[in-house]
């Protein structure tokens, strides 16, 4: 895989900067439009379209647009900006959507790229990546974020357009290759929250040689946008999940070997 490409562009709809949950330390996050799944909560339905969006405000008419094209060294000025940062906090770069690798040529060469300038590289994913992308992604990755939507196969073709088998294969690749990582669940209520989902994830998981995973407990943030971009949201009126909600959620995967956090 060469890094000489200069003029590749990708389209990203938000860069954020002096983040502190998308990996360790201060972090910027590259947030890359183009997603496979459809997940009925998407909380960002503006990154499942690759290309760039229109919005509009269904109260004051008001336009906008979700996305625009940015060059790697573009990207690369931008996360520059707070190297002083990433140093003090042992932080860096982590990029994000949408799936970070449905623009798989832009995001390996921007992870190859910030590894050259020795900045910590991390990315969050879907999963539902081809096996040989997501190999060529480890080989420049420092940390991995990663979900875990659904234990059953068919359920999580229902609520996220895809089977689950590419996400539990790479999955399992990473965990091969000791890429240090943290699976995460999104916890949404009808889907996964019972306790047996608990159960069933948490045996899931230890059969591929993990025992620690984070809750995400699921939240109404991506409402709003869902009406900018004139899409039916699915999880409407759907009560936010907090975590004093899952204790006994929780407390099944102890019991099944594996430690829950949020």
Known sequence: MGIANTTATGVVFNIQKFSLHDGPGIRTVVFLKGCPMSC???????SIDPRIETTTDPETGAMGTEGRAYTLE????VCEQDRPFYEESGGGVTLSGGEALFQHVFAIELL?????????TAMETTGHVAPPVFDQALDVLDYL??????????????WTGRYNDLPLRNLARAVERQIPACVRIPVIPG???????AE???LLLRSLGI??????????????????????YAMAGTPDLHPEDLLDYQKTFAECGVEATF
């Open 145 to 158: 974020l990663i979900d875990v939507k659904h234990h059953n196969r068919d359920e999580h073709r229902r």
């Open 200 to 202: 069933s994830f948490a």
């Open 40 to 46: 009925a909560w998407c909380s960002n339905p503006e």
């Open 191 to 197: 889907v996964n929250a019972t306790l047996d989902d």
């Open 74 to 77: 573009e990207v690369l000025e």
């Open 211 to 232: 025992d620690r995973v984070q809750l995400l407990p699921f939240h109404q943030y991506g409402e709003r946008k869902y009406q900018l971009l004139g899409r039916p």
């Open 112 to 120: 190859a790229r910030l590894r050259q300038r020795g900045i910590h």
